[in-house]
């Protein structure tokens, strides 16, 4: 069965093609500049026709009939999609009541799932959410101390997000320690230019860093992490600052890139250091403060765990900062706690649940819709 998993994004689609039930990568690519001036693509209907004609181009699949399934990475599911989802109009609707909990993210997710519904009439499709992974969170550790009135009105609770990629390698790691994920305590550490972190407790999510939005937790590249929210308040008022300018501050302008002042990207905050930039330092030096203080709650909420993973682009490639992470660990936590490396795969993640629940669903519903 042949799956394509598309990744929408404001400007982007990125798609990877599988073969399941082996979960081959047939093919892959990234439409980029969707709807940005001077770009042949404006929209996102002319960027899934542009995938396919791709795929057709690249021989990865001779006709559009071969695609029997598309698999959408969705931000936020709230708390309405616990799991993935066959899309329909009723599942489109409650899509797009999500969207106000994710307003930079869901309608590019809505766009890319239209799209496909246009091109390729009839085609199955299952949304993937990157929140569901963590509807396991007690409600203790979701609910934040404000009045009940909010959570009520406005659904406003720590969600989680990176939810494939944290749910992917904690799979990875119960495969590299031969042990049931259902009996496994595990920390993952996603550190990309977004970061997370989560606390699994016999192999589902019990705590999860970013909260209502991908705002909250450790520090980033471009986004502050946790802070005291009175501090945003005192700012807004000194330099009467709108909500929307607030949040550019909070989102853009903070993280590696607000303290170093010279960039998001750990490479060159490392440059800097080595020619002595003070300011890049510090911002290395917050960023791994906050992950360890992390991984030093979590551990204490699970009871100790069987391993801690670091994954995405500083997880898997900074080599100098996960030694200096792991030096740290290794000097609290036993040696037979493991610390694994393991290179995550979020679209692998989404065709491999899209493909469980069409296999589970057969006989009960048609796959072509
Ligand atoms: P995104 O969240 O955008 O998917 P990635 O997972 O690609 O981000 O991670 C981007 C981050 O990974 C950047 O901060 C980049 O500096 C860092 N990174 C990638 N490769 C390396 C490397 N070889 N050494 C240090 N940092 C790296």
Not at 24 to 48: A, F, W, Y
């Amino acid at each position: 069965m042949k799956i394509l998993i598309i990744n929408c994004g404001s400007s982007s689609i990125k798609y990877k093609l599988y073969f399941f039930p082996k979960g081959h990568l047939i093919d892959k690519g990234l439409i980029e500049r969707i709807g940005e001036k001077n770009s042949s693509i404006s929209t996102h209907t002319q960027g899934v026709k542009k995938v396919f004609e791709n795929l057709i181009k690249n021989r990865s699949v001779t006709s559009l009939k071969e695609i029997e399934v598309i698999g959408h990475r969705v931000v936020h599911g709230a708390e309405t999609f616990r799991e993935p989802h066959f899309i329909n109009k009723e599942v489109i609707r409650k899509l797009e009541e999500c969207t106000k909990l994710a307003p930079l993210h869901n309608p590019a997710n809505l766009e890319g799932i239209k799209a496909c519904s246009k091109v390729l009439k009839g085609v199955c499709q299952i949304a993937v959410f990157d929140t569901a992974f963590h509807q396991t969170i007690p409600e203790y550790a979701y609910m934040y101390a404000i009045p009940v009135k909010y959570y009520k009105n406005y659904k406003i609770r720590r969600y989680g997000f990176h939810g494939s990629s944290h749910q992917f390698v904690a799979k990875r790691a119960s495969e590299i320690l031969k042990k049931p994920l259902n009996k496994l305590n595990l920390i993952t550490c996603h550190l990309g230019n977004g970061c997370s972190i989560t606390a699994i407790k016999k192999g589902r999510s019990v705590d999860t860093s970013m909260g209502f939005t991908p705002l909250e937790g450790l520090m980033m590249g471009t986004r502050c992490g946790d802070i005291d929210c009175a501090v945003v308040l005192y700012i807004m008022e000194k330099e009467k600052l709108t909500p929307g300018q607030a949040d550019m501050v909070l989102n853009k302008k903070s993280g590696l890139l607000g303290i170093s002042g010279v960039s998001n990207d750990l490479r060159v905050i490392k440059n800097q250091i080595r020619k002595g930039n003070k300011r890049a330092q510090l911002a290395l030096e917050m960023f791994i403060y906050r992950i360890e203080k992390y991984i030093g709650s979590y551990w204490f909420i699970l009871g100790g765990a069987d391993a801690i993973c670091f994954t995405a682009g500083i997880g898997e490639n900074s080599v100098e900062t996960i030694d200096r992470i792991k030096k740290d660990l290794r000097k609290v936590i036993p040696g037979k706690t493991r610390i694994l490396v393991i290179p995550t795969d979020e679209e692998l993640m989404i065709a491999a649940l899209s493909y469980n629940l069409v296999r589970d669903s057969k006989g009960k519903r048609k796959v072509r819709n």
